[in-house]
């Protein structure tokens, strides 16, 4: 038995791999586990707490393999571990996975707690898939792969932090890798043939895991049974050779035969009638139909099926066949039913090998369909009501629009005068508290005005001007180069950009110094703020890399000829910027540090 926060295996407890074990129940919580054996009078009672275990191994599935599941201890904790043996590889596999998430969290948590929360593994255990996906993008991506050698090669950053940041990309790849899913195959059950031994009347159905999957899928009846009767009232092998019975019945469509063993075997009969589950479930389905749509609605307004309406009847005979009717077979039904899960794929992501690991996967994926089905009880009430109002003849009901007043205005001019007067209003409340202006004056008070503030300015000067210097001539400097650069370049090629101007020496190193500076940057910001000696040691690294990239961009700028350096300045200023920005950004934090403590950490 297993839910989302605890998990509950018979299993035995071994000491070794060759001991016979224990046999007991173990219980897991996201805390402990608990070892409790069947036999009172033991001692073999276990409790440990999972922050104890360092990991867990266990053995591959095989004909000739015991499940086992070895939790290893920390090497602080005396012991060396835990080895459960359990009856099937599947619920070896639910306990597995369990562990295994819950080692993950407290994995994370120790890592937070002692390297901070940027601080990497170096030494990170990798998948085979994992890797895969990690040479695939090298592989795939030229600038991706010298970034890689660049830094990781280079001992700036770790294999772990390069990756970190590019984990959008990983998941994305994941994501293509495992989308396609195998659906089921577009035949149908029913066309599955038996083989004919020749010499007696024994025939043999080939059941594969896939078809099995596909009739657990089609048939709920089928699959509820099998929860039902296997293994506590039958084998597996029983189950199916009655499933086969039904289906051989079926096919020579006698349903009087079919009728007389369904009434001589009570699991015979699951097979042969019809599948109540699939009709409730259209019922259903049919109560949430538009009755405009619904052709069956509309069968009352035609009265020729009704009795004694023109159509000869027999009522000895329609009585003598409507007794057998759910003993066969409607292929209308089977195919729509066929179809709609073909459409609907393969839902589960399980091995197709355990038949019973793949009907419990399917019922609790179907419990799970039904509780979101009747999570809202509010939406039914809503669509009903949608329906009603979509049933209404329009024509025949008054508008369920609000009644507007039409606007008119009999002179246009009042319309403009009337926000002129509002526009005016409020910028006479805005002015309300200003201290009043005197706008009428007189010739002489305007000039005595002038006068004085004239002789102010002379004796006191213009102390903060509008506009600095040294700013007005970097501009007009820069937008006189760019007036000029466009004129002389005006209709030769308008998609053309400084980039494509440069030789193709110096734009590839442009391009190859903007990447290292994106990627260096990306990991100096993220260490902030530094909180372990690892991050310190790492921002170190970083400012060290970014500050070899400033005399490789001058000798850039050296190299081209002069009547391009003006637009390779253009190109480089942002990325001399960004740097700048990072050195500030790392003294101020150093003199912060050593005015704490008087020296790194």
Not at 138 to 152: M, N, T
Not at 330 to 350: F, I, M, P, S
Not at 456 to 481: R, S, W
Not at 543 to 559: N, Q
Request: charged content about 30%.
């Amino acid at each position: 038995m297993a839910d989302g926060a605890t998990v509950v295996m018979r299993a035995k407890l071994k000491a070794s791999v060759k001991d016979p074990g224990i046999p007991g129940v173990l219980k897991m919580t996201e805390e402990k586990l608990v070892f409790v054996p069947s036999d009172p009078t033991s001692a073999a009672r276990l409790q440990v707490g999972f922050k104890t275990i360092k990991g867990h191994k266990f053995t591959k599935e095989g004909t000739n393999k015991q499940a086992l599941l070895n939790l290893t201890q920390d090497s602080e904790t005396k012991g060396g571990g835990y080895i459960f043996e359990f009856g099937k590889f599947s619920e070896r596999d639910v306990c597995r996975d369990f562990v295994g998430k819950v080692l993950a969290k407290y994995i994370d948590v120790n890592k937070a707690v002692t390297e901070g929360p940027a601080v990497k593994n170096s030494n990170e255990q990798l998948s085979t898939a994992e890797m895969e996906r990690r040479m695939k993008l090298l592989r795939e991506d030229s600038e991706l792969q010298k970034l890689h050698k660049q830094f990781v090669i280079g001992d700036i950053v770790t294999e772990a932090e390069f990756w970190a940041t590019r984990k959008k990309l990983l998941d994305g790849e994941n994501s293509r890798m495992t989308r396609q899913r195998i659906g089921f195959k577009s035949a149908m059950i029913s066309d599955i043939k038996p083989q004919a031994d020749g010499r007696t009347n024994k025939v043999t159905f080939n059941l594969t895991p896939e078809i099995i999957h596909q009739i657990f899928a089609e048939k709920p009846a089928v699959h509820q049974a099998f929860l039902k009767y296997v293994p506590s009232k039958m084998s597996e092998k029983d189950f199916w050779t009655k499933y086969c019975r039904a289906e051989y019945l079926h096919s020579t469509k006698n349903a009087v035969a079919a009728a007389a063993e369904a009434a001589e075997d009570e699991e015979l009969a699951v097979f042969l009638k019809q599948d109540e589950i699939l009709a409730r479930e259209a019922r259903q389905k049919i109560r949430r139909v538009d009755p405009t749509l619904d052709m069956e609605a509309d069968q009352g307004d035609d009265y020729t099926h009704l009795p004694d309406h023109g159509i000869p009847r027999h009522e000895d005979k329609e009585v003598s066949h409507s007794q057998y009717d759910q003993y066969k077979r409607n292929l209308l039904l089977d195919l729509n039913r066929h179809a709609a899960v073909v459409l609907e794929g393969r839902t589960l992501d399980v091995e197709l090998g355990d038949t019973q690991t793949v009907a419990e996967a399917l019922a609790r994926s179907k419990k799970i369909e039904l509780a979101n089905e009747g999570y809202d009880t509010h939406s039914s009430q809503t669509q009903m009501e949608r329906i009603f109002r979509m049933t209404e003849i329009e024509d025949l009901q008054a508008p369920h629009d609000p009644p507007l007043a039409p606007l008119s205005i009999k002179d246009p001019r009042d319309y403009f005068y009337s926000q002129q007067t509002n526009a005016l209003k409020t910028l006479g409340d805005t002015m309300n508290g200003m201290k009043p202006v005197k706008r009428q004056l007189r010739t002489s008070e305007a000039y005595n005005s002038l006068r004085v503030y004239i002789s102010y300015m002379k004796d006191e000067g213009i102390n903060t001007p509008l506009i600095k210097p040294d700013v007005a001539f970097k501009v007009l400097n820069g937008l006189t180069q760019n007036i000029s650069s466009t004129k002389y370049h005006l209709g030769r090629s308008p998609g053309e950009s400084y980039l494509d101007m440069l030789p193709t020496m110096a734009k590839e190193e442009l391009l190859n110094h903007w990447a290292s500076i994106q990627e260096l940057l990306k990991h100096f910001w993220s260490s902030y703020p530094i909180t372990s000696s690892y991050l310190y040691a790492k921002v170190s690294r970083l400012k060290d890399a970014m500050t070899k990239i400033y005399p490789r961009l001058l000798e850039i700028k050296e190299s081209v000829q002069s009547d391009l350096r003006h637009q390779v300045s253009l190109l480089v200023q942002p990325m001399v910027q960004a740097l700048d920005a990072a050195f500030a950004h790392y003294d101020a934090d150093l003199q912060k540090r050593s005015g704490k403590s008087g020296d790194g950490p």
